[in-house]
């Protein structure tokens, strides 16, 4: 819960009605688990997020329940989940404006950037590797956990998954509230630890949310690429069994070419080459596979991505203790059976990641984000441009030890999310070749730090969520840009 929240607000982010008794969560939430809940939206393979007023916010209604509602928002000042009952803009599930002085969310704050716990997910033991993806019309948050304990619709009882890839999504009309969808993409049935789940990376298009994952286990290290079909509401997964490593991949990235394939690198320093897999959109979904590759070229490194900012090449990008290691491919023809590499002594980065807009599309730029390990601040590099020439836009954002990142549709727009060296979180807003302006989001209560941090704009470039992991849970949080 955020710090200094209302006593209300609290109440219903407990999962407490404000008599102390226990709800579950709204109906507006619709629950898609394994691919078998109903499609009630042929365009996106969503609920409609319904509730009353079909806000998807799970508010009070437009007054037929006799409580009032003036300004027709759906919220009530009756119930307290309106705090001004003449603006529309303002009320419980409100996306906070920063800068702007006025309490949108009803919180008793203003301005503030605060994370909040996902209603229905009561605990995810083991979190890591938030993800954070858009596609035009809705914002999904993907988490693993290797026990996760959540509330179906319409149950009192929570339900146990183990060793998960969960994601939720809300659409981008009605950010607040509860999500509007929640989705399975990889449930292993064996109790843990036999399987550990270790990273995982995301993207998003209109079709399909597609989610990598890498697992260890005693047989050896497993690849995947796993999803849900917005169009077709069914849950698939590939799964590529490789050499047995001794880490974990902690570097995961996925990204979807101009042609349709849906492709994915994972890398760690001690795990050996990257790993590749990849393929055709309906291969994926038809969970098969064209391309597994190990990248022997691009050495062992630490960090490691892949974009495809110019029409008909892909780029693999990473960096081990040294240098800066990239090669180009032909997305037409896979399997890369050789890689003719390129190195930079110049620049040392980690944490490298891609920053694009919605729906992985790079047609107004895209930007790798790294951290420069000798300037410590942070860099954003032109991706569509040879490493050689490419611009390098610097964020004085210093000694940071994790990166995110995220573009608006039109390119204007890039944040980037970092933990400082006492894992506090800052976000940094602005152009990618300007000053960017930096918030600090406040810590649920009872939170002292958390591990890591996402961040993602929505297509307009004005709504910027933001998702962050301790041990335990997923917490989740949206605000409107000035």
Not at 146 to 175: L, N, R
Not at 239 to 251: Q, R, S
Not at 444 to 459: F, M, N
Request: proline share 6%.
């Amino acid at each position: 819960m955020p710090s200094s929240v209302h006593p209300y607000l609290a109440a219903l982010l407990l999962g407490l009605s404000c008599d102390g008794s226990k709800t579950v969560i709204p109906d507006s939430a619709e629950l898609v688990d394994s691919g078998e809940a109903t499609d009630t939206d042929p365009d996106t393979g969503l609920g409609s997020g319904g509730g009353s007023g079909g806000n998807g916010s799970g508010g009070s209604g437009s007054g037929d329940d006799g409580q009032r509602d003036a300004d027709g928002d759906g919220y009530s000042p009756d119930d307290l989940t309106d705090c001004n009952d003449n603006d529309p803009e303002i009320h419980i599930a409100a996306a906070e404006v920063l800068g702007d002085g006025v309490d949108q969310d009803c919180d008793g704050l203003t301005d503030e950037l605060t994370f909040n716990e996902v209603e229905g997910l009561i605990s995810c033991d083991n979190a890591r590797s938030p993800r954070l993806a858009s596609n035009s019309t809705h914002t999904f948050v993907s988490v693993l956990c290797t026990e996760a304990h959540f509330v179906p619709i319409g149950a009192t009882e929570a339900d146990d998954y183990y060793e998960s890839a969960i994601a939720y999504g809300w659409p981008h009309s009605h950010p607040g509230g509860p999500p509007a969808g929640f989705y399975d993409w990889m449930r292993n049935t064996s109790p843990p630890p036999t399987t550990l789940l270790d990273g995982q990376g995301l993207v998003a298009t209109d079709e399909a949310l597609y989610g990598a994952i890498a697992v260890t286990s005693s047989s050896g290290s497993i690849f995947r690429i796993g999803g849900y079909d917005l169009e077709r509401s069914g849950r698939f997964s590939v799964t590529y069994n490789g050499l047995e490593v001794e880490d974990a991949f902690d570097h995961i990235e996925v990204a979807v070419d101009p042609i349709g394939g849906i492709h994915a690198i994972a890398c760690d320093d001690s795990s050996g080459s990257p790993r590749y897999l990849g393929g055709t959109t309906e291969a994926v979904r038809d969970s098969d596979f064209e391309h597994a590759e190990s990248l022997s070229a691009l050495g062992s490194p630490v960090a490691c991505t892949l974009h495809f900012a110019n029409e008909g090449m892909g780029t693999f990008v990473s960096r081990d203790s040294r240098d800066y290691t990239w090669a180009t491919f032909d997305p037409a023809s896979l399997p890369p059976a050789s890689l003719t590499t390129s190195t930079k002594a110049d620049r040392s980065p980690s944490q490298l990641r891609m920053a694009h807009g919605p729906n992985g599309d790079v047609s107004h730029g895209a930007y790798v984000v790294f951290r420069d390990q000798a300037s410590g601040k942070v860099v954003l590099q032109d991706a569509t441009q040879d490493p050689d020439f490419a611009g390098f836009h610097e964020w004085d954002l210093q000694e940071v030890n994790h990166v995110s990142a995220s573009m608006s549709a039109d390119g204007s727009v890039v944040a980037v999310g970092v933990l400082d060296q006492t894992n506090n979180p800052i976000i940094a807003v602005g152009s990618p070749t300007g000053t960017p302006t930096t918030y600090t989001p406040t810590f649920p209560t009872g939170v002292a730090s958390i591990d890591e941090i996402e961040v993602q704009l929505d297509p307009s470039g004005k709504l910027l969520w933001i998702a962050a992991t301790n041990e335990r849970a997923l917490y989740v949080g949206v605000v409107e840009l000035p």
